[in-house]
């Protein structure tokens, strides 16, 4: 198993030093969902809800949230991000929605964060302007599917070693 890379020797938190890495496009993508009750959904999927748009709102959040996340989350690196795309799909089988995002850049460390982040941040947008109507709400199954770029290559969720059960996956 690899080290820890967010911990010196001494078990001390660090920013790890990525001034050496190669610049190469790197790409992440992330996906999650949030259940709900099927009236709220109906809402959300005719636009009638007093908030306004639910999933314009989310969406844009989301992009916030992908461009904020070195401020949300300690030792993450300040990044260009050069795309953020965000899917964001009702799914009456649920009843939710499911997000998608995915984001770019051409940089010395990866984006894994910043797409989870967006994700993240659009369900919890989703919930805040539904609280009213629904507070039994859950945001689940938030997970990386895809990343690419860097030294470690590409990898997609599906062909890794076991050992990871996907919890709360629908």
Known sequence: M??????DADGAARMVDVGHKEVTHRVAV???LIRMQPATLAMIVAGGHAKGDVLGVARIAAIMGAKRTA??????????LS???IGLEPDAALPGVRC?????TTGRTGV???AL??????????????KAVD???VIAAVQLCEKSGGRSGHWRRGTEARGHEEEGAA
């Open 117 to 130: 982040c967006a994700v993240q941040v659009a369900l919890l947008t989703i919930y805040d302007m539904c």
């Open 71 to 80: 401020d949300l989350v300690p030792l993450c690196h300040p990044l260009p």
């Open 2 to 7: 690899p080290d820890l890379t967010h911990f």
């Open 112 to 114: 894994e964060m910043e």
């Open 83 to 85: 795309r953020v795309e």
């Open 30 to 32: 992330a996906e999650g």
């Open 135 to 137: 507070r039994g709400m």
């Open 100 to 104: 998608t995002a995915r984001v770019e």
